[in-house]
């Protein structure tokens, strides 16, 4: 199984300055057939099941924010908050989808400073 | 719009089983892959399996194998998630999600997810 890792567990950032989330995958997770990462960020809010944020490690979802982005590329992968926002306070997780079984990383909260 | 509904809170005791559903509308059911994911209180995410809702292929997380079968019901527009012999670790909030894409194994839309709460 692909392991993903997070970093950091939380943070607190003031509103308005960036928040970065590190995930890391095992197992390399970029496909050479078709030049893609399979991994994908998530956001969850309490009490609410988990929205899509990203995919293909940089792309962003439709009506997602455009302060949010995604890089990397192979094992390590950074979603950057750009300028936060009260309603951002969430937990993050990334997933990767490159093998089954599909897995998630532990999770990021991130709240205000 | 798109929507999937689940049934609703379950308790049940070790050893018993449970069905979820989970309904589908606002898109064409049988052109995607609907996947269970559950998350126990205050951890992360966990995938179980998925189905193919047009031609009822599945897979199953090894973890699960044997203990959960995953069906659909396409004049239903509905994907069942059945689990059995359940152990106290299986309580948790069940979820169902869509593929964004048939064969990529990210998620779109989700359900709002159910609690399964298992306890004597």
């Known amino acids: 199984d692909i392991v993903m890792t997070q970093s950091p567990d939380s943070l607190a950032v003031s509103l308005g300055e960036r928040a970065t989330i590190n995930c890391k995958s095992s197992?390399?997770?970029?496909?050479?057939?078709?030049?893609?990462?399979?991994l994908a960020w998530y956001q969850q809010k309490p009490g609410q099941p988990p929205r899509l944020l990203l995919y293909?490690?940089?792309t962003r979802e439709s009506g997602v924010p455009d302060r949010f982005s995604g890089s990397g590329s192979g094992t390590d992968f950074t979603l950057t908050i750009s300028s936060l926002q009260a309603e951002d306070v969430a937990v993050y997780y990334c997933?990767?989808?490159?093998?089954?079984?599909?897995?998630f990383g532990p999770g990021t909260k991130v709240d205000i400073k | 719009q798109v929507q999937l509904v689940q049934s609703g809170a379950e308790v049940k005791r070790p050893g018993a089983s449970v069905r979820v559903s989970c309904k589908a509308s606002?898109?064409?059911?049988?052109?995607?892959?609907i996947h269970w994911v559950r998350q126990a209180p205050g951890q992360s995410l966990e995938w179980m399996g998925w189905?193919?809702?047009?031609?009822?292929?599945?897979r199953y997380s090894q973890k699960f194998q044997g203990r959960v079968t995953i069906t659909r019901d396409t004049s239903a527009s509905t994907v069942y998630m059945d689990l059995s012999s359940l152990r106290s670790e299986d309580t948790a909030v069940y979820y169902c999600?869509?593929?964004?894409?048939?064969?990529?194994?990210?998620?779109?839309?989700w359900g709002q997810g159910i609690l399964v709460t298992v306890a004597s």
């Open positions: 999600a869509r593929e964004q894409e048939l064969d990529t194994g990210h998620f779109d839309y």
């Open positions: 606002g898109y064409s059911f049988t052109y995607y892959a």
């Open positions: 189905i193919n809702a047009g031609n009822g292929k599945t």
């Open positions: 197992q390399r997770v970029f496909s050479s057939s078709n030049n893609k990462n399979y």
């Open positions: 293909w490690a940089s």
């Open positions: 997933q990767q989808y490159f093998n089954t079984p599909l897995t």
